[in-house]
């Protein structure tokens, strides 16, 4: 009875630390993939100062464009390395739902680990909106099933800035990456629904 009783004390001390932890983790925000911080502030007022805004629909922004989606599509580590230096800057603003970066080098880097641990992913591009110097790029990102079921299908758009060099300088993804991610959780995507329900 002894091994039962502390078994059951232990597991509900184990809990009550999970608990508090993962309070502690979600309390404040790793990061703001959509927030209006300043760092997108700064991005948005000094890119705007050097986006060229070339002849919509012309043959410069066909190119421009057709860089970006080469660089995605196919999404693979070595089309990733080979592509996105081809498509952006050196240095740029580039916030997706999951990292802020500044510079070139530590994008591609996160963008080729990304291909490696998403093999088979693929985008699916609608053609550009343009209002000057914003382009909107919408795409809808096709993951595979891994039992050969129904592929997943997510839908975002990607406001961009290019340089006179036709490379991408702002670079801010919409796209809400809960679809993908808590339906791989269940207990999370449990939480999440009691918290909808609030509202």
């Not at 629909?57 to 066909?62: F, I, K, N, S, Y």
């Not at 599509?73 to 580039?94: D, I, S, V």
């Not at 039992?147 to 060099?165: D, K, P, Y």
């Amino acid at each position: 009875m002894k091994p039962f009783f502390f078994g059951c004390i232990f597991a509900t001390l184990c809990f009550i630390l999970l608990f508090i932890w993962l309070h502690q983790v979600g309390k404040s925000p790793r990061h703001h993939a959509t927030g209006v911080t300043e760092a997108y502030k700064e991005a948005l007022s000094t890119s705007a100062s050097l986006a060229e805004n070339p002849e919509v629909g012309g043959a410069q922004e066909r190119e421009w464009i057709a860089n970006v989606e080469k660089a995605f599509h196919p999404f693979t580590p070595e089309g990733a390395a080979k592509y996105f230096p081809l498509a952006y800057a050196e240095t740029l603003y580039f916030r997706d739902a999951f990292h802020h970066y500044t510079d070139l080098e530590t994008m591609v880097a996160y963008m080729v680990k990304s291909a490696e641990m998403s093999p088979g992913v693929t985008f699916e591009f609608s053609p550009v909106v343009r209002s000057g110097i914003d382009f909107y790029l919408p795409w809808v990102m096709v993951l595979p099933s891994k039992n050969g079921g129904e592929a997943q299908r997510s839908v975002g758009v990607s406001h961009l800035r290019f340089n006179a060099q036709g490379k991408v300088i702002f670079h801010q993804d919409y796209w809400d990456s809960a679809d993908v991610l808590v339906p791989k959780v269940p207990v999370a995507n449990g939480l999440i629904e009691l918290v909808r329900r609030r509202f």
